[in-house]
């Protein structure tokens, strides 16, 4: 069974390839749209990830914002994407993951080297002006994973550009179940884990519920990029049933 899990994954991949590669450049942004949420599903069923959104609008029906998340694991973006369709930040390492680097490059994912001033620089500008046109941005403030149970501090940087923009933040709190309720810790990806091994340990797993749960949107208006970072962090610690510290607030790089 986890032989045939496997080519599942990497037969999926490789059709995701094609089609961002191929016939996306031929293609409107609402067929793309429709593409990577259609793609997005289809990994959460290979996977047996069931996706239970609460408070969950769709962008069409609400103002452009900001949109911010806890991050468990790589597997978030396509759970997020399996609801919205949206221009990712990530780390630059994933780019470097066999197929899965490559799709998500095609899949609109926009990759930042940490630790780079220049390049959160390059970032920021970029997604001022990818809200500006419209589309949906999001990323991951912690910028690492963490351990189902933790949150980490929240950077603050990329916060400046929902400021910039005039939008709103739009907090979103993930976590991950199996069918007792209890935290499923085979989503975990942290340390010294590979691709490879995050993806045999969820096929493996068991029964995996992906809780998504949107929260009320946050101004930016007179805010300071820190501050709106400490409260969106304080409204996914809330939404996790973690206790938000102020030493564990926002950070600067």
Known sequence: MLAFGLLRVVI?????????TVIFPMRSLAYQERYIRGWSAKIMVIFGIEVRAQGFVPSRY???????????????IFVINSLEACHFVAKSDIRGWPLIGWLC???????????????????????VDRINRGERVA???????????????????????????????LPFSVHYTDSTGALQHSV??????????????????????AHVQQLPMIS??????????????????QSLGLAANAADGAEEH
Do not use: C
């Open 220 to 237: 930016s208006e007179g805010m300071h990029r820190r501050h709106l970072a400490n409260a969106a962090r304080a409204a996914v610690a």
């Open 105 to 127: 490059e095609q899949g609109w994912t926009i990759f930042l080297a940490r630790g780079k001033r220049t390049d959160v620089r390059r970032i920021y500008t970029g997604l």
């Open 188 to 209: 975990d990806y942290i340390g010294d884990t590979s691709f490879l091994e995050s993806i045999v340990m969820m096929l493996k797993g068991g029964k995996i519920i």
């Open 139 to 169: 990323f991951f403030p912690e910028g690492t994973t963490a351990a189902q149970g933790t949150l980490l501090p929240f950077h603050s940087n990329l916060f400046e550009a929902a400021i910039e923009a005039h939008v709103p933040i």
């Open 62 to 76: 609400q103002q452009r914002a900001l949109l911010v998340s806890n991050h468990v694991s790589w597997v978030d």
């Open 12 to 20: 999926h991949i490789i059709a995701g390839l094609f089609v961002t």
